[in-house]
């Protein structure tokens, strides 16, 4: 079965995207249940297209069954693939635990390690549930597009809409290592403060929509 990782690049990261690459091709190491792993990185160094439009091209080019979103200031985990294989049957996109990366060591992030279910994601403050880093099948993320029109919060307004839809979960190994304070710039980029400000109040919207379907 094949994988496609797919890296958008934002302005500054071309370096860190050289990174983000070789942690994939270390973590191809050891396949899983893949037999073969490409990547597709999609240049958005201007910063013009944002990084919604660059995944959705991504999506729009490959030809994988299974996708695997990272950014370029992270590092896929080495053992990212054979992590995910128990669950790549019965589940339609599958996040792991939340680590973290700086020149000297890798962390685990205080957090939620395992969701199943959308009113457990959205019970949590976003930041100890899920990030970026995530498996997904290739016809879920084509009728899931990231929101365009947004520069910041579009990861979990997509993630909101995912985990409506198909079969998600949060298992406890990890897949990705995020770099941490190495954000991108550029015209479409957004701070870590301006991301709160954004999505806890989706997160929040989300939590009393489900109160009124109980």
């Known amino acids: 079965m094949r994988l496609e990782v797919i890296i958008p690049i ?101 957090q939620v390690p395992r969701i199943e279910t959308l009113r457990e994601l959205v019970a949590y403050d976003p930041y100890i549930t899920i990030n970026m880093g995530h498996f997904v099948r290739r016809e879920v993320a084509r009728v899931t597009p990231f929101n365009e029109d947004l520069d910041c919060g579009e990861d979990w307004d997509y993630y909101l809409r995912l985990w409506r839809e198909v079969r998600c979960l949060k298992q406890r190994a990890p897949l990705l290592c995020n770099y941490r304070g190495r954000h991108s710039g550029g015209p479409r980029s957004a701070t870590g403060a301006q991301w709160g400000d954004v999505v806890r109040p989706m997160v929040e919207a989300e939590r009393e929509r489900l109160k009124a379907t109980v």
């Open 10 to 110: 934002g302005p500054g990261h071309e370096e860190l995207a050289r990174n983000a690459m070789e942690s994939v091709r270390v973590a191809s190491l050891q396949k899983g249940e893949f037999d073969q792993v490409t990547i597709r990185a999609v240049d958005d160094s201007q910063g013009l297209a944002g990084r919604s439009a660059a995944r959705n091209q991504g999506v729009r080019d490959s030809g994988a069954p299974w996708l695997f979103f990272m950014d370029a200031d992270d590092l896929m985990h080495p053992e990212a693939l054979v992590n995910v294989s128990p669950y790549l049957e019965g589940w339609d996109a599958i996040w792991g635990a939340i680590t973290e990366v700086d020149d000297y060591r890798v962390t685990w992030r205080y």
